[in-house]
């Protein structure tokens, strides 16, 4: 650095200090690779899932695949993650500590189906990804070990509940299988396996028992990355405030989930310390945490206005000392209110029919009639006549988009070769995520986006279903703007 004159000497020590500020201090590098040659130039999105309540992904990164089917993909973690990645009808993981080099064995390339894509109840099969450079002491390879043992004990505990026949006790289970593992000190491995079976000991109990297990959770790490933890977690967990609020002392919860709506910031402490003193819990951030789960919980039921519930996540995403809460209440507000009216509609950059690459805000100045729909589906196919008449009606004032989720973008050019349809289609381009962030549970599904960009309704009426008497009012109403 003697070559280096005094101002850009300060200039490099800052750019240090930034890196060192803004890089986790304790996390290492995790490496995956593996040659998949059914999967040769595609690219595989890796996420993992840092919040156990609203479950939200997190894309960790893209992996290119090269032309001989070669991968290498690198990250950095300060934790061991639970690591994601969809493949056609499969959804592989792996448990990826910091500092280790995983070489990974992809299952044979298999993409949906058509009816895979529309079907709103497909669900992909989960695997945990084979990997080569294992020991018997890697983790994945303990807890593959693991569940091996686990998933049929699991399974027959299940069907002698029901048919109330005789297998090995539980405690005889845990006793036996324990014996295959007792010299292995993995932090992560050890607290899986203590609330695997904590889950299996849940399974012939009733609500009585779940309430006596609040209280157990209080001295006890809170494991947002563990698996085994989040899924007794939640079970423990399950309906919490309804179940709160039939304890002694149940009426004080209602009180100060309402009290939040009328003196902003006060409900949110007051409630902890409430249910503090029913759980007989103190650990702030316990229970912080069984807060955020049960309002998440809450708020898909009716018991009380959505708006209150609101505001008391607001208040944790603002106020928690924890990050970890302000993420998970942040990713809620997010999850459950980000296509609420008036939210801005979620952008992409898509291919239309005309090779050209196109995202919403081109499309800005006119109100979007937003579709997703696909040319192997019949229900779909019914409704473009209808969209035709509306494209030529309304063109002034009226965009409508297709957002086609064919099997692939010659598949959609086939469907558009017979028909000349007045209207962009945009190839989805298998960005799954994109059908999440709408929110697309069927096909065809329609939104309704306005002039600025900004959602009108997520769920806005088909052709089918009087959508052109709903977009009159709508046009009358912004003429009077």
């Not at 448990?95 to 009816?115: D, H, I, R, V, W």
């Not at 952008?347 to 919403?360: A, P, R, V, Y």
């Amino acid at each position: 650095m003697k070559h280096l004159n005094k101002t850009a000497r300060q200039a490099l020590l800052f750019f240090f200090l930034i890196v060192l500020l803004y890089k986790p201090v304790f996390s290492e590098e995790i490496f995956l690779f593996g040659h998949a040659p059914t999967y040769q130039n595609d690219t595989i999105s890796f996420y993992h899932f840092p919040d156990p309540v609203s479950k939200v992904p997190v894309e960790i990164g893209k992996c290119p695949i090269d032309e001989f089917g070669a991968f290498r993909f690198e990250f950095e973690s300060d934790a061991t993650w639970q690591v994601f990645a969809n493949l056609g009808v499969y959804q592989v993981y792996l448990f990826a500590k910091p500092g280790m080099e995983y070489e990974l064995s992809l299952p044979p390339k298999q993409e949906k189906t058509l009816n895979d894509i529309i079907n709103p109840f497909f669900q992909a099969l989960s695997i945990h990804i084979g990997i080569l450079n294992t020991d018997s002491l890697e983790l994945n390879y303990l807890i593959r070990s693991f569940e091996q043992k686990y998933q049929p004990y699991l399974k027959s505990r299940l069907v002698s509940f029901y048919n109330k026949l005789e297998i090995e006790p539980i405690e005889e289970f845990i006793s036996n299988t324990d014996q295959g593992f007792i010299s292995i000190t993995d932090k992560y491995f050890n607290d899986y396996k203590k609330y695997k079976y904590k889950v299996l000991q849940l399974l012939n109990q009733g609500t009585g028992l779940r309430i006596k297990l609040y209280s157990s959770f209080q001295g006890e790490e809170v494991l947002y990355e563990n698996m085994a933890y989040v899924e007794y977690f939640n079970q423990v967990f399950r309906n919490f405030l309804k179940t709160s609020m039939r304890l002694p002392g149940g009426d004080k919860i209602r009180f100060d989930i309402e009290r939040e709506n009328n003196s902003p910031g006060q409900g949110y402490e007051v409630l902890k310390q409430t249910i503090s003193m029913q759980l007989t819990i103190q650990d702030d951030r316990l229970l912080e945490f069984i807060l955020l789960k049960a309002l998440y919980d809450e708020y898909f039921n009716s018991d009380f206005n959505k708006s209150y519930l609101l505001n008391l996540i607001k208040n944790i995403e603002m106020n928690s000392e924890y990050s970890e809460h302000k993420f998970i209440a942040g990713n809620i507000l997010w999850k459950v209110s980000r296509l609420d009216p008036g939210r801005a509609a979620p952008d992409f950059l898509l291919t239309d029919q005309n090779g050209k690459d196109l995202s919403l805000q081109d499309f800005r100045g006119k109100f979007v009639y937003l579709s997703f729909s696909s040319f192997g589906c019949y229900n779909c196919l019914r409704h473009y006549p209808m969209l035709r008449e509306l494209q030529n009606k309304y063109q002034e004032n009226l965009n409508v988009i297709t957002i086609s989720v064919d099997n692939s973008y010659e598949g959609m050019m086939s469907g558009l070769k017979t028909k000349n349809y007045p209207w962009h289609f945009l190839f989805y381009g298998k960005h799954e995520k994109l059908l999440i962030d709408y929110d697309v549970k069927v096909f065809p599904g329609y939104v309704l986006i306005d002039p600025k960009g900004n959602i009108i309704n997520s769920f806005a009426p088909s052709p089918l279903a009087g959508f052109e008497v709903y977009f009159q009012e709508i046009l009358k109403r912004d003429k009077l703007k």
